[in-house]
């Protein structure tokens, strides 16, 4: 099956500082991939959505200029999060699908940012 | 706007008790329905796709089903590595929207 990785699974930063997470498809391209952001015993929410070559497309209320998302290449994006604050702390993870729309995403194993 | 509820939140069954996980939804222009398990600390991992009523997808001790109106997830006689929390995911015309899930827990 597809396989996406992510790196870190975890990491604890100060208040201030930018912190980045990458996100890869090991075995196949990924024109598009996926940014989600879960809270404990929530849903997934969807954050951005990161395409190749091109700017990202964030959801309402996601602010762009915090969370950078650069998509270099076909199997690489990654999403900084800039000048962290405690309210940033959550469970960051990233997707991918290997066809269409209607085919099924792709999960990496999820960061869990904690910003002290 | 697209809608998907889950019940129960949460089902805690004895190993060996079979049962069923319900996922409804509201979605304009159904491009398929997705089951993914969750373990804790973990990203969602890919189960079954449906795309039409009347479909139904198996694996090892689960199957399953769709309707125009809602998705069950059955579960076989579950062991205790079947403990997690299940999702639920719809693609419409506009995006994916997920529940919030079912936490399964099966006892010993």
């Known amino acids: 099956g597809a396989v996406v990785s992510q790196h870190p699974s975890w990491v604890i930063c100060k208040s201030g500082t930018s912190v980045k997470i990458e996100c890869r498809s090991l075995?196949?391209?990924?024109?598009?991939m996926f940014w989600y952001r879960q809270f404990p015993k929530q849903s997934l929410m969807l954050m951005a959505t990161?395409?190749?070559?091109?700017?990202?497309?964030?959801e309402q209320g996601v602010e762009k200029d915090k969370f950078l998302i650069n998509h270099a290449s076909l199997t690489l994006s990654t999403l900084t999060v800039t000048s962290a604050h405690p309210e940033d702390s959550s469970f960051y993870i990233c997707?991918?699908?290997?066809?269409?729309?209607?085919?099924?995403?792709?999960f990496g194993n999820g960061t869990r940012l904690t910003v002290t | 706007e697209d809608q998907v509820t889950q019940s129960p939140e949460a089902l805690r069954l004895q190993e060996g008790e079979s049962s069923s996980l319900n996922c409804s939804y509201t979605?304009?222009?159904?491009?398929?329905l997705f089951w993914y398990r969750q373990d804790p600390g973990k990203g969602p991992e890919f189960l079954f796709t449906?795309?039409?009523a009347g479909e139904e997808k198996e694996k090892e001790r689960l199957k399953a089903t769709l309707t125009k109106k809602e998705s069950f997830l059955h579960i076989t006689a579950p062991k205790p590595e079947d403990s997690a929390t299940y999702l639920c995911?719809?693609?419409?015309?506009?995006?994916?929207?997920f529940g919030t899930g079912t936490r399964l827990t099966i006892i010993p």
């Open positions: 995911a719809v693609a419409g015309n506009e995006k994916l929207t």
């Open positions: 449906l795309y039409s």
């Open positions: 997707s991918a699908r290997r066809g269409g729309s209607d085919s099924p995403l792709h």
């Open positions: 979605v304009s222009g159904l491009r398929g």
């Open positions: 990161s395409n190749e070559g091109s700017k990202a497309t964030y």
């Open positions: 075995d196949f391209q990924a024109t598009t």
